[in-house]
C-alpha cells in the first residue's frame, strides 16, 4: 500500500507537470498568433504598396523579437505564480540535544 505521504507528492507533481504543460502550450499558441498576424498582415502591405516580399520579411523577421519578449513575459508570469510548498521536516528536539554533546 502507498503512503499518503507519497500519494500527495505525486498529486503535487502531477500538478506541477500540468501546470508545465499549459504554461508550454500557451507560449507555442502565442507564438503562431504572432507570426501569423505578421504574415497576413506583411502580406496585406506588400499587395496595397506593390511590394512584393518587402514587407512580409520585414514582418516575419520583426516578430522574432517580439516572440521571444512574450515568451520571456508569459513564462516569468506563470513561474511567479506557482507555488511549490515544500513539506516542512519534523525534527526531533531529542536527535538535537544528542547531536550536540
Given at each position: 500500500?502507498?503512503?499518503?505521504?507519497?500519494?500527495?507528492?505525486?498529486?503535487?507533481?502531477?500538478?506541477?507537470?500540468?501546470?508545465?504543460?499549459?504554461?508550454?502550450?500557451?507560449?507555442?499558441?502565442?507564438?503562431?498568433?504572432?507570426?501569423?498576424?505578421?504574415?497576413?498582415?506583411?502580406?496585406?502591405?506588400?499587395?496595397?504598396?506593390?511590394?512584393?516580399?518587402?514587407?512580409?520579411?520585414?514582418?516575419?523577421?520583426?516578430?522574432?523579437?517580439?516572440?521571444?519578449?512574450?515568451?520571456?513575459?508569459?513564462?516569468?508570469?506563470a513561474?511567479?505564480?506557482?507555488?511549490?510548498?515544500?513539506?516542512?521536516?519534523k525534527?526531533?528536539?531529542?536527535?538535537?540535544?544528542?547531536?550536540?554533546?
Amino acid at each position: 500500500m502507498s503512503n499518503p505521504d507519497d500519494q500527495n507528492k505525486d498529486r503535487l507533481q502531477h500538478a506541477y507537470n500540468l501546470t508545465l504543460a499549459s504554461v508550454t502550450g500557451l507560449v507555442g499558441c502565442l507564438t503562431m498568433v504572432i507570426v501569423i498576424a505578421a504574415l497576413v498582415l506583411g502580406l496585406w502591405l506588400d499587395k496595397s504598396f506593390n511590394t512584393k516580399p518587402l514587407f512580409t520579411l520585414i514582418l516575419i523577421i520583426g516578430s522574432v523579437p517580439v516572440t521571444l519578449v512574450v515568451m520571456f513575459m508569459v513564462v516569468n508570469s506563470a513561474t511567479k505564480r506557482i507555488k511549490v510548498d515544500q513539506p516542512k521536516k519534523k525534527v526531533d528536539i531529542s536527535e538535537e540535544v544528542q547531536n550536540r554533546d
